[in-house]
């Protein structure tokens, strides 16, 4: 089976997903195109012109399967390749547009939806990584074109659409070392992107209130960093120093190494649709505390969330970190990791 893998907007977890997929399904023949992460309204308008240019000869070729990220504008695709029409058309929704909060420094997002509606069009089957990702596609599509002149009736269409929906998460790989224990419980770990819509405020706040009270505990900040950082950062670099043992993202051993020691992995963020890096840290030891929203309440049971408020967090914390033994047991990830999901993989490549 020759399988075209497109991801138009590469981002860590993308790659992620890609490269996992690609090895646990080695039988099967893949071809991975690609573009880096950057310029995203110019990237998710224009990936069709981009491989045109640059991939004419790949994309001419035959293919059984057209496993496209939603980032893709599959639609254009097959018009400027017809034969990719004629493959199976497989869209997997890291995310949707339709539930980014959106700053008041951005303009709307129409341009970036629309292409996640024509991918979903084009595509035979739609696959989301959590039930919070699906419902909040539809519901995101529902409203949205409420908003398109002529009121166009949009319920049957995306009823269809939904008929054509499953959810297959991004699976993690299994560790070589599965007695992992939680041997730093009072360390404090942030390994998520540094930007607006992960909330940072609300983490620092609570930390910073723990710093004042004496309360011991250490901190690693990780994760993606850009070019514009939140001014929070700068804050708690300098407030937090004496309790920082890692600032700003790390080699990927030094990053495993820090995962591995445990403690508490926090999430404050406004937007998550599977939360990998979560999932990665609960895997090596870390108790995750997550907001009671978006993805997390099909994910962790009520130990592991509050309820998404500043003074919620800090009193979970709170607890954690000065009556260890309140801590909950480490969570399971059995069933988060690929043995559980490859078949499920397999047959949706497989069908026809």
Same mark, same amino acid.
């Given at each position: 089976?020759?399988?075209?893998?497109?991801?138009?907007?590469?981002?860590?977890?993308?790659?992620?997903?890609?490269?996992?997929?690609?090895?646990?399904?080695?039988?099967?023949?893949?071809?991975?195109?690609?573009?880096?992460?950057?310029?995203?309204?110019?990237? #998710?308008?224009?990936? @069709?012109?981009?491989?045109?240019?640059?991939?004419?000869?790949?994309?001419?070729?035959?293919?059984?399967?057209?496993?496209?990220?939603?980032?893709?504008? #599959?639609?254009?695709?097959?018009?400027?390749?017809?034969?990719?029409?004629?493959?199976?058309?497989?869209?997997?929704?890291?995310?949707?547009?339709?539930?980014?909060?959106?700053?008041?420094?951005?303009?709307?997002?129409?341009?970036?939806?629309?292409?996640?509606?024509?991918?979903?069009?084009?595509?035979?089957?739609?696959?989301?990584?959590?039930?919070?990702?699906?419902?909040?596609?539809?519901?995101?599509?529902?409203?949205?074109?409420?908003?398109?002149?002529?009121?166009?009736?949009?319920?049957?269409?995306?009823?269809?659409?939904?008929?054509?929906?499953?959810? =297959?998460?991004?699976? #993690?790989?299994?560790?070589?070392?599965?007695?992992?224990?939680?041997?730093?419980?009072?360390?404090?770990?942030?390994?998520?992107?540094?930007?607006?819509?992960?909330?940072?405020?609300?983490?620092?706040?609570?930390?910073?209130?723990?710093?004042?009270?004496?309360?011991?505990?250490?901190?690693?900040?990780?994760?993606?960093?850009?070019?514009? &950082?939140?001014?929070?950062?700068?804050?708690?670099?300098?407030?937090?120093?004496?309790?920082?043992?890692?600032?700003?993202?790390?080699?990927?051993?030094?990053?495993?190494?820090? =995962?591995?020691?445990?403690?508490?992995? &926090?999430?404050?963020?406004?937007?998550?649709?599977?939360?990998?890096?979560?999932?990665?840290?609960?895997?090596?030891?870390?108790? !995750?505390?997550? @907001?009671?929203?978006?993805?997390?309440?099909?994910?962790?049971?009520?130990?592991?969330?509050?309820?998404?408020?500043?003074?919620?967090?800090?009193?979970?914390?709170?607890?954690?970190?000065?009556?260890?033994?309140?801590?909950? !047991?480490?969570?399971?990830?059995?069933?988060?990791?690929?043995?559980?999901?490859?078949?499920?993989?397999?047959?949706?490549?497989?069908?026809?």
């Amino acid at each position: 089976m020759r399988v075209l893998l497109l991801s138009a907007y590469e981002a860590v977890s993308h790659r992620y997903w890609a490269q996992s997929l690609m090895a646990e399904l080695d039988e099967l023949s893949w071809t991975l195109l690609t573009l880096p992460p950057r310029h995203f309204a110019w990237r #998710i308008r224009g990936n @069709p012109l981009s491989w045109w240019l640059k991939e004419h000869e790949t994309l001419s070729q035959p293919y059984d399967v057209v496993l496209a990220t939603s980032m893709v504008d #599959i639609a254009t695709l097959v018009g400027l390749f017809p034969q990719l029409g004629r493959a199976r058309k497989i869209v997997y929704f890291h995310e949707n547009q339709f539930a980014y909060p959106e700053s008041s420094e951005q303009m709307p997002q129409v341009e970036a939806k629309m292409v996640n509606l024509y991918a979903a069009l084009a595509a035979d089957v739609l696959v989301f990584n959590t039930a919070y990702n699906r419902d909040s596609f539809f519901e995101g599509a529902r409203q949205f074109l409420k908003k398109m002149p002529e009121n166009l009736p949009a319920a049957k269409p995306l009823e269809k659409l939904r008929q054509l929906a499953k959810v =297959l998460p991004v699976p #993690i790989m299994p560790l070589d070392n599965a007695s992992l224990t939680n041997a730093n419980p009072r360390r404090i770990i942030w390994n998520h992107r540094w930007e607006y819509d992960k909330n940072p405020e609300d983490f620092f706040a609570a930390l910073f209130r723990l710093s004042e009270q004496r309360v011991p505990f250490e901190l690693a900040v990780l994760g993606q960093r850009f070019r514009d &950082v939140p001014p929070i950062f700068v804050e708690a670099e300098r407030r937090l120093s004496e309790q920082t043992i890692s600032w700003g993202p790390q080699p990927e051993a030094e990053y495993r190494s820090l =995962l591995n020691g445990g403690g508490i992995v &926090v999430s404050t963020t406004w937007h998550e649709f599977q939360g990998l890096a979560i999932m990665e840290a609960a895997q090596r030891g870390a108790l !995750p505390l997550v @907001p009671d929203r978006l993805c997390f309440p099909a994910l962790y049971t009520e130990h592991y969330r509050y309820d998404g408020t500043p003074e919620g967090l800090y009193q979970r914390l709170h607890t954690w970190l000065t009556k260890p033994d309140c801590q909950p !047991p480490l969570v399971d990830t059995q069933q988060w990791q690929w043995p559980h999901w490859r078949s499920a993989y397999r047959k949706l490549l497989a069908e026809s």
